[in-house]
């Protein structure tokens, strides 16, 4: 495929070793490892059932997706921004910024329609800002947002301080609260609607094809007459625009704002898109894997919820997945050849 | 609409197993046992363990009660809330929470009561929408009373005493300060208040304010501090000025922080909520509001066990008790907890 015409040169003799390659040599490969997640995702799922009572009930698994619903959103085009071979290290400050004005709209008086104008452009001034610090002035995307990461916060702690707003219209909570009919949440119904809007704008677009073509060869990729500087830039504001989203639903969950709102997120969420086959170092990655890891995730974290298991041997369990997602790939590497070698 | 459903579906279940019940008794047993959960601000926070102790005691008080104890692994709402979310999913009877925000997690915990499970705050309290009740630690005039207890058990012919507290602007400390002049005046008349100095909670400053008030007032029995800085920095002062025995240091301390100047002397007691009471007191409440044997409302009396009652406020606030004292035969036992 046109994977294979893109890396075609190193195919035949690599000189270094880079393991994210590996994905690129096949379709099969990729496949096979959201096929993996799959099956964790079920596993996950049947032992659940087992381990609990109150696991089979849609309303309880309603209750669940909120675990990742929000996360998810902003997983989406952060898998995109780091395929790309960028990172947004300032999205959950985002949240904060983004809920403190709109906290401070609401008290002023403003209706639900406003509200998620606010929500959205927030988002997108933010979004904005990254884009411009990375693609306008060239410095490193992980520099940047960690600095906007204290920036969008710190401009919530100096507006809230330690107060808090609370005093949101009723008609805000239909999206973090509302339910389109019966389990499904508007949020889950969101979740399902971005992820198939990022599918196809990754996997069925010339824009995604450029995307992958930054992450594997950035100066290839400009050579080639892509405007990777462009491309980066769009992907930018749409992470703040996602974090918008997630902000609006969050909030309106939550019916209040703290500055330490969505505190640790950004962490999540790479989480999130790394254990999604996304390769942390750019270049390969899916849609669907992190579908699958955000299941996966929220399955985790309900099903030992409903065993009371405290929350740290959750931080671990996940911590286990995500070095087993990175590990996997590259131990596989080395041993195919001794295996082969032995075969042969 | 979707809650209607739901109290339907609940309904429906309840149904079932009422008739089930009259078929087998064994199921009874498993429908009696009442599920609690005891959700803190964190997990691996040594005062709340000593909370899940005492909730535990009241669990085996009570006999039929399971205690959950859990929370989240940093101090967040959104932790609280998805930790919340999966006790509703496993429809526990009660949930008491000492709250990391007060307000976020007010729509989840509604969500909960709308499912039948009584809510109920302690130590860190939700806002009014969110819970039955709410349980505080003590009150002001119980703190005001008990500071100037401890004093005056040391010094049973009166004398010169001194206030050494966190800032002037402290809302807290100038409160408790208040409420012991009112009840220094109505029952220790023969204990002189000489002078209130403030170490605004640094440990350098109160320590400073202490010396000075060593030196000023040569007669000072005892030196209160309703702050945990201010009194481990006069219980430090009192011992390097070789005053130990003259001056008795007092007030609102931690045991952790405490014991080593108990067993020097300097400080003879000191008090602070005790968390194994809290704990048992919140279960006892839980207990109570999720059995109907008590209904949270204004002027409501509910019962705490061996803690006695607990009667609610307009706001349905209610509180646990005095502070618990800490002295040479129990600090120790506590220093391991907080």
């Known amino acids: 495929?046109?994977?294979?015409?893109?890396?075609?040169?190193?195919?035949?003799?690599?000189?270094?070793?880079?393991?994210?390659?590996?994905?690129?040599?096949?379709?099969?490969?990729?496949?096979?490892?959201?096929?993996?997640?799959?099956?964790?995702?079920?596993?996950?799922?049947?032992i659940n059932c087992f381990a609990s009572p109150y696991f089979l009930d849609p309303w309880n698994l309603s209750d669940a997706t909120f675990n990742f619903t929000e996360l998810g959103f902003i997983a989406f085009p952060m898998a995109m921004l780091i395929i790309a071979g960028e990172i947004d290290l300032s999205v959950a400050s985002i949240i904060a910024?983004?809920?403190?004005?709109?906290?401070?709209?609401?008290?002023?008086?403003?209706?639900?329609?406003?509200?998620?104008?606010?929500?959205?452009?927030?988002?997108?001034?933010?979004?904005?800002?990254?884009?411009?610090?990375?693609?306008?002035?060239?410095?490193?995307?992980?520099?940047?947002?960690?600095?906007?990461?204290?920036?969008?916060?710190?401009?919530?702690?100096?507006?809230?301080?330690?107060?808090?707003?609370?005093?949101?219209?009723?008609?805000?909570?239909?999206?973090?609260?509302g339910y389109v009919f019966w389990v499904f949440s508007f949020e889950l119904v969101l979740f399902v609607a971005l992820a198939i809007a990022f599918a196809i704008l990754l996997h069925a677009t010339r824009f995604g094809r450029a995307v992958y073509a930054i992450g594997n060869n950035p100066v290839g990729a400009r050579f080639s007459g892509i405007r990777t500087g462009r491309i980066k830039a769009i992907l930018f504001l749409l992470t703040g625009l996602l974090s918008g989203v997630a902000a609006i639903c969050l909030t309106s969950r939550l019916g209040s704002t703290r500055p330490s709102i969505?505190?640790?997120?950004?962490?999540?969420?790479?989480?999130?898109?790394?254990?999604?086959?996304?390769?942390?170092?750019?270049?390969?990655?899916?849609?669907?894997?992190?579908?699958?890891?955000?299941?996966?995730?929220?399955l985790v974290t309900f099903g030992f919820g409903l065993l009371n298991v405290p929350g740290i041997v959750m931080s671990i369990f996940i911590g286990l997945l995500l070095i087993g997602v990175i590990a996997l790939p590259r131990l596989y590497a080395r041993l195919k050849p001794r295996v082969a070698a032995r075969r042969g | 609409?979707?809650?209607?459903?739901?109290?339907?579906?609940?309904?429906?279940?309840?149904?079932?197993?009422?008739?089930?019940?009259?078929?087998?008794?064994?199921?009874?047993?498993?429908?009696?046992?009442?599920?609690?959960?005891?959700?803190?601000?964190?997990?691996?926070?040594?005062?709340?363990?000593?909370?899940?102790?005492?909730?535990?005691?009241?669990?085996?008080?009570?006999?039929?009660?399971?205690?959950?104890?859990?929370?989240?692994?940093?101090?967040?709402?959104?932790?609280?809330?998805?930790?919340?979310?999966?006790?509703?999913?496993?429809?526990?009877?009660?949930i008491a929470i000492s709250a990391n925000d007060q307000d976020a997690l007010v729509p989840v915990l509604k969500k909960a009561m709308k499912r039948g499970i009584t809510v109920i705050s302690f130590d860190s309290g939700v806002a009014k929408a969110g819970?039955?009740?709410?349980?505080?630690?003590?009150?002001?005039?119980?703190i005001g009373k008990t500071l100037i207890k401890m004093a005056a058990d040391n010094m049973p012919d009166g004398g010169e005493v001194a206030v050494l507290s966190a800032s002037a602007t402290a809302t807290n400390q100038n409160a408790w300060i208040d409420a012991m002049k009112i009840a220094m005046k109505a029952d220790y008349p023969k204990i002189k208040l000489v002078s209130v100095v403030y170490g605004d909670d640094l440990s350098?400053?109160?320590?400073?304010?202490?010396?000075?008030?060593?030196?000023?007032?040569?007669?000072?029995?005892?030196?209160?501090?309703?702050?945990?800085?201010?009194?481990?920095?006069?219980?430090?002062?009192?011992?390097?000025?070789?005053?130990?025995?003259?001056?008795?240091?007092?007030?609102?301390?931690?045991?952790?922080?405490?014991?080593?100047?108990?067993?020097?002397?300097?400080?003879?007691?000191?008090?602070?909520?005790?968390?194994?009471?809290?704990?048992?007191?919140?279960?006892?409440?839980?207990?109570?509001?999720?059995?109907?044997?008590?209904?949270?409302?204004?002027?409501?009396?509910?019962?705490?066990?061996?803690?006695?009652?607990?009667?609610?406020?307009?706001?349905?606030?209610?509180?646990?008790?005095?502070?618990?004292?800490?002295d040479a035969s129990n600090v120790d036992k506590y220093a391991k907890m907080f």
């Open chain 1, 1 to 46: 495929m046109s994977d294979a015409t893109l890396s075609s040169p190193s195919t035949t003799a690599t000189p270094r070793n880079i393991p994210d390659r590996l994905h690129r040599r096949g379709a099969r490969a990729l496949k096979s490892w959201e096929f993996l997640l799959a099956l964790v995702a079920v596993a996950i799922f049947v």
């Open chain 1, 97 to 177: 910024i983004t809920s403190t004005l709109m906290g401070a709209a609401a008290a002023a008086g403003a209706g639900v329609g406003l509200l998620v104008a606010i929500g959205l452009g927030t988002g997108l001034i933010c979004g904005a800002f990254n884009a411009l610090m990375v693609t306008g002035f060239g410095l490193p995307s992980i520099v940047v947002t960690i600095g906007t990461m204290s920036l969008y916060r710190g401009f919530s702690y100096i507006i809230l301080g330690s107060n808090a707003y609370t005093d949101y219209p009723a008609g805000l909570a239909y999206f973090g609260q």
């Open chain 1, 262 to 298: 969505a505190f640790g997120w950004e962490l999540q969420v790479v989480t999130m898109t790394v254990l999604g086959g996304v390769s942390i170092l750019g270049g390969s990655g899916s849609i669907l894997g992190v579908v699958l890891a955000a299941l996966v995730i929220g």
């Open chain 2, 1 to 94: 609409m979707n809650i209607t459903r739901k109290t339907f579906l609940r309904g429906l279940t309840t149904a079932t197993l009422a008739a089930g019940l009259m078929m087998t008794t064994s199921a009874m047993a498993q429908a009696k046992e009442m599920r609690i959960a005891v959700v803190v601000k964190a997990l691996g926070i040594g005062f709340f363990d000593a909370v899940d102790k005492g909730a535990e005691k009241a669990a085996s008080e009570l006999g039929d009660v399971k205690i959950i104890y859990t929370g989240p692994t940093n101090t967040t709402a959104e932790g609280q809330i998805q930790v919340i979310n999966s006790l509703i999913a496993q429809h526990v009877d009660a």
């Open chain 2, 131 to 142: 819970r039955e009740m709410q349980l505080d630690d003590s009150s002001t005039p119980l």
């Open chain 2, 204 to 326: 350098d400053k109160s320590y400073r304010q202490a010396q000075g008030l060593i030196k000023k007032y040569p007669d000072l029995k005892t030196i209160i501090a309703p702050s945990t800085v201010a009194i481990s920095a006069a219980s430090q002062a009192v011992e390097d000025a070789k005053m130990t025995g003259k001056i008795n240091v007092t007030g609102l301390g931690l045991p952790s922080q405490m014991a080593a100047h108990v067993k020097t002397g300097a400080s003879k007691s000191f008090a602070l909520w005790n968390p194994i009471d809290l704990g048992y007191a919140a279960t006892m409440v839980a207990y109570n509001l999720a059995a109907k044997k008590a209904k949270a409302a204004p002027g409501a009396k509910i019962g705490m066990g061996k803690m006695g009652d607990t009667t609610l406020n307009k706001d349905n606030v209610g509180v646990m008790g005095k502070p618990f004292v800490f």
